[in-house]
């Protein structure tokens, strides 16, 4: 979904949402939920993180809930999610798991001033009992961002607060390894264009050894996502990728921190 730049989006002045407001979905129009994947650490055994997926009040998937978000509503939209993903997170105990992190996505396009709209995060953080440095911000590589200096700025605000910044969908979008030359993140996510088959296609196994040893001189970890088979997941732990996400160990689920299964 290709979003419009941010700076159209807010009239002046900002006013910025805190946590409560974003916790009344009224003003939406609609309602959602999050189901939670984990992304598994296969040298530790245990998940790196628990990614947080829009849902459907009645697992509806994400499709239905995004296709509802437009200009006028996508800033409360981008907030809720925090502060949900958060409640539900410390209502399920992620905080007790050693090291784990709350992966959350967000809109670059929805934020207008970084840490003007992060403030609905930390009361969320401090009100649910949730540690900040356990927070890790997902931008989808897939959304089309019109200044890339002011995702930069938006990374370097969250990393100034203690966050993990990630790339997702990376290999997918607009910007390609082009945007690491701008700036880098803590993590890339690897597509499932680039994991998917990956045991049996020579172009992406070539195309995913550039890119690790790019993450590696960047000290940029490496998650792939979208694995399904053992063949993938083989493939990947073979050539040195040891987070993996995907049906393989995990499908997301609503009111559950599911654990791998392999």
Known sequence: MELKHSKAIFSEPFKPIACDQCRNLEDLGFEFT?????????DLQRPFAYEALVRGMHGEPAYSILEQVNDGNRYRFDQACRVKAIELASRLG????????????FLPNAV????TC?????????????PTSRLMFEVTEGERVNDSEHLAGIFEAYRRRGFTTAIDDFGAGYSGLNLLAEFQPDVIKIDMEL???????????????????????????????????????RTLTEMGVHLIQGYYFARPEIDNLPLAIR
């Open 34 to 42: 999050m189901a939670f994947q984990p992304i598994w650490d296969t």
């Open 94 to 105: 992620l905080q007790n798991q050693t090291d784990c992190l709350l992966s959350i996505n």
């Open 112 to 115: 207008y001033r970084p840490e």
């Open 118 to 130: 992060i403030r609905a995060t930390l009361e969320a953080s401090e009100r649910f009992r949730f």
């Open 195 to 233: 994991t998917r088959g990956i045991d049996h296609s020579a172009s992406r196994q070539a195309i995913l050894a550039g890119i690790l040893l790019t993450c590696s001189r960047l000290n940029i970890k490496v998650i792939a996502e979208g694995v399904e088979t053992e063949a993938e997941y």
